[in-house]
């Protein structure tokens, strides 16, 4: 849009095994579509992380456009349609089953202000400041510091999809971010084959 820059998502490296560590903060990973929302003159963009704009979700770019009282901002988040149990669904997300939403865990810019350079907990800090408490279509992404083996044992045994592991006081890079899935994460079966048959009916 307008004078925002075109920003490059910050990579997810794979890690095998959760740890812990006080320099770390770890977030849930949703199961949805990574993109970022650009938002300026009233209205939001949302460009996934290939930098394809999404089309097809102008109810959710109308959302948090009003939703956000900005001059111009950047977040980074996962796109996601959330089932009865309060869980990502991916399955509703691909064939647009229900209202998605914008979990928001990173925030880049904000009223003609570049905040990449500055550490992640003071992004964060400034997000959660950003997002009012009403929003029901743009979520605050929430995160635990530290205690990375007990947040991803509660996901496996929830059969979430994974965590993601990130450094306090890193600025927002190309990299650095880790990715830890749960093994045992059923939703993810079979999913090469719904993504194939997608492809297929928009071929007939």
């Known amino acids: ?28 990973k949703h199961d949805g579509f990574r993109c970022l929302a ?47 149990q309060g869980r990502s669904d991916f399955k509703m997300l691909l064939r647009r089953h229900d209202a998605p939403v914008l979990y928001a865990f990173d925030l880049l810019w904000l009223n003609d202000e570049d905040l990449r350079a500055l550490p ?31 947040l991803f044992r509660a996901v496996c045994e929830q059969n979430l999809e994974g965590i993601v592991a990130k450094r306090k ?3 927002y890079r190309k990299a650095g971010w880790l990715k830890i899935k749960n093994k045992s994460y059923t939703d993810a079966d079979g999913r090469r084959k719904l993504f194939d048959s997608r492809r297929t009916k928009r071929t007939e």
């Not at 925002?4 to 560590?21: A, C, M, N, Q």
Request: proline share 5%; with cysteine; glycine share 6%.
């Open 169 to 171: 006081a890193a600025p």
């Open 1 to 28: 849009m307008t004078n925002l820059p075109k920003v490059v998502p910050t990579k997810l490296s794979l890690r095998k095994e959760p740890f812990d560590s006080e320099d770390w903060i770890f977030e849930l």
């Open 120 to 150: 992640l907990m003071e992004r964060k800090r400034r997000l959660r400041q950003l997002i009012p408490g009403r929003a029901a279509r743009l979520l605050f992404a929430g995160h635990v510091e530290g205690r990375g083996k007990d």
């Open 38 to 84: 650009y938002i300026a003159n009233g209205e939001c963009s949302l460009v996934s992380r290939h930098r394809n704009v999404f089309r097809t979700f102008r109810s959710l770019q109308n959302a948090i456009a009003r939703t956000l009282e900005v001059k111009n901002a950047i977040l980074d988040g996962e796109l996601i349609c959330i089932d009865a």
